[in-house]
Each structure stands twice: as structure tokens, then as C-alpha cells.
């Protein structure tokens, strides 16, 4: 089976830049000025203020768009749609003027209703007072499902994506509620999965849950060719739960400071100190590696994992965590060469595009 990945770093980084930007940027301005048109003054807030912070979500994800060949583009509208759905949600749940977990659970049925194609829309803002989005959700969802639908080799990952989007939607709704009710609530959820994941702590379990990179690696390997179960069932182990906590962790490190003057929940601040932390961290760094050995074009999954060490430590935001910069220093020195490149090449992408 052939997935023409590239080979090198830089070739990666080539069709990074100069094919997957260009049209993520391109499917993210469409739904923009689909969310410009929102009627409703609070859903039209959070939904362009999604699109503006988190456009890297989008430009991260689209970088599995390259496994999937010549319908790369496909993968990439994919990708963009369900990227902003979870975004745009998070953001009504983050900024809430409710803190109802049954409306956080049916907004988040839009997540799994994108990902099962024989499913019908529904109204996902039925229990809260914002009402009107002029269809944006609904039109977010039924692009995933165009795309999903009669696609071959569907049914080869539809239960692995059932279970990561059935775990991410089942994060958001625990880690939304009230204050008093979310470490219940999380520390709850894990007891149920602690036997199958005993490596794991409730607050890196949560992390695992909250990533959407097994999804998009799976339908863009849909996408590029035949997949049988057996890859797909390579592919979600491969994920879950090093990868996935690997990325979230990393995207909350660098986060610290603005969820403290939020007050939003941040899983790295449940470990004893800094130097737990530390080889926590190393430790997922290194059981990625592990893991991603077994996948088809390792190369490439290789290159995700030291990308995701070396993008998360090229951002600014690096500098304002305590400890920051002996953290960056000892995790691209764990990652290995290869991270080291993504770093420098994140920290110039910002110097140059003036972020």
C-alpha cells in the first residue's frame, strides 16, 4: 500500500507550506464568512473568535491531509470542518452562558453525528438560549458527512472513530460544568477506564481524550487507499493514548498562564511540581516513539511526534511559563534532531509572519 508520504523533513515541511497552508487557509476564510453571517450576536462572536485564536488547530490537522494522496483536498475540507466544529464549541462551552451538561453533551452530538453519515441533523442548541446560527453547525456537520459518506473503506474505522470522538465529546461535557463538579466528575470518568490505561493519571487520560489527531489520521488513510482493521486498529493504538496526551499536554504547557486568568481547567497543573512535569512529558515522548514503530510510514508519524514537540516549544508563549525555557531545552534535547528543525522553523514562520 502506498501513501506517497514524503521522505525528509524538509521535503514535509515543502508540501506543509506550499500545498496543505494554502488550502486550509482557503476552506477556513469560506467558513468565516459563513460565520460572519450568523444571526445570532453571541454564536457569530464565538465562532470567528474560534476561526482567529486557534486557525493552527486547523494548519496542524491539515498536515494528515498528505496521507491521503491525490484526495488530499477531500481530506483537508475534512479536516478544516471538524477542526472548527471543535473549536467553535469549545469556545461556547469555555465562554458559556450555560453550565448544563445535557446541552454541553447534545452540542458536542454535532461531533459524532459529522462522523456517522446515516445521521440526522439535529437542532444542537435546543437547551440553551442561543438559538440562530443561520445553519453554520448544521452546514459544518453535513460537510464531514459528504465526505465520509459511501467513502471506501469506511466501515474499516467507523468504531475506532466512534470511540475517540465518543471520548472527546464525554471530556468536554465533564470538563465544562461547574468548578465544584468538573475533578469529580474527570477523576469518575478515568475510574471506569483505569484498568485498560493503569499508566496513566486521570488529568493525562483527559489530555489523551481531548485530541483530534487519530481522527484525521484515519480518514485521510481512508482517503489515500484501501484500509483494513488491522491498520486501523494499528493506527488508533499507535494514537491513544501517547500521541494524543503528548499533544494536548503540550498545548495546555504553553497555555498556563491565560487558563490561570481564565480560570480554566489545565492539566499540567495537577502535577507535584515542575521536574514531574518534566519527565512525564519525556515519558510520552519517548512511548510515542514507541508506538508510532508499528504504524505504516512510521517516517511520517515519526515527523508528527517531533513536530508536535517542536511547534508547541517554537511558540512565544513558551517565555512567560516559569521554568520555560529549561523545559523547551530538555524536551527538544529528549525529541532528537528532527524536533530540533520543527523548532527553529516554527520560532523563524513566526518571526517572519510577524506573530
Avoid at 489545565?266 to 518534566?278: M, P, Q, R, S
Wanted: with cysteine; aromatic share 12%; hydrophobic share 35%.
Amino acid at each position: 500500500m502506498s501513501y506517497h508520504v514524503p521522505r525528509s523533513s524538509i521535503s514535509l515541511m515543502g508540501d506543509v507550506y506550499f500545498k496543505v497552508f494554502p488550502q486550509v487557509n482557503m476552506e477556513l476564510s469560506y467558513w468565516k464568512r459563513r460565520a460572519e453571517r450568523i444571526p445570532d450576536p453571541e454564536l457569530r462572536t464565538q465562532a470567528l473568535a474560534s476561526i482567529s485564536s486557534k486557525r493552527f488547530h486547523c494548519q496542524g490537522g491539515g498536515v494528515y491531509a498528505i496521507l491521503a494522496g491525490k484526495r488530499s483536498k477531500e481530506a483537508i475540507q475534512f479536516i478544516v470542518a471538524y477542526q472548527t466544529i471543535s473549536d467553535y464549541l469549545d469556545n461556547l462551552c469555555d465562554r458559556s452562558t450555560s453550565l448544563d451538561p445535557a446541552d454541553f453533551g447534545l452540542l458536542h452530538q454535532s461531533m459524532i453525528d459529522a462522523l456517522t453519515p446515516s445521521n440526522t441533523i439535529k437542532n444542537y442548541y435546543e437547551l440553551r438560549i442561543e438559538q440562530d446560527d443561520g445553519g453554520y453547525l448544521n452546514d459544518l456537520v453535513k460537510t464531514c458527512q459528504k465526505i465520509l459518506k459511501n467513502a471506501e473503506g469506511f466501515d474499516a474505522i467507523q468504531v475506532f472513530l466512534g470511540e475517540l470522538c465518543g471520548l472527546y465529546s464525554d471530556l468536554q461535557v465533564h470538563k465544562h460544568v461547574t468548578h465544584e463538579e468538573r475533578i469529580p466528575r474527570l477523576t469518575n470518568w478515568f475510574a471506569q477506564h483505569k484498568d485498560t490505561y493503569p499508566q496513566l493519571r486521570w488529568y493525562e487520560f483527559s489530555a489523551a481524550a481531548g485530541s483530534t489527531l487519530g481522527i484525521f489520521c484515519l480518514v485521510s488513510y481512508m482517503l489515500g487507499g484501501q484500509l483494513n482493521e488491522k491498520i486501523a486498529n494499528e493506527v488508533y493504538l499507535g494514537y491513544f493514548p501517547f500521541m494524543q496526551s503528548l499533544h494536548i499536554l503540550l498545548d495546555y504547557y504553553i497555555d498556563q498562564q491565560e487558563d490561570q486568568m481564565e480560570s480554566d481547567l489545565n492539566f499540567c497543573t495537577y502535577y507535584a511540581d515542575d521536574a514531574e512535569l518534566k519527565g512525564r512529558l519525556q515519558y510520552f515522548i519517548e512511548e510515542t516513539r514507541n508506538h508510532v514503530k508499528h504504524l505504516p510510514n512510521p517516517q511520517f508519524h515519526e515527523m508528527v511526534r517531533c513536530g508536535l514537540v517542536g511547534l508547541y516549544l517554537g511558540d512565544r508563549k513558551v517565555n512567560e511559563v516559569e521554568g520555560g525555557m529549561r523545559m523547551r531545552k530538555v524536551l527538544l534535547r529528549a525529541s532528537g534532531a528532527k524536533a530540533h528543525f520543527f523548532h527553529w522553523n516554527t520560532r523563524l514562520y513566526y518571526k517572519m509572519s510577524g506573530k
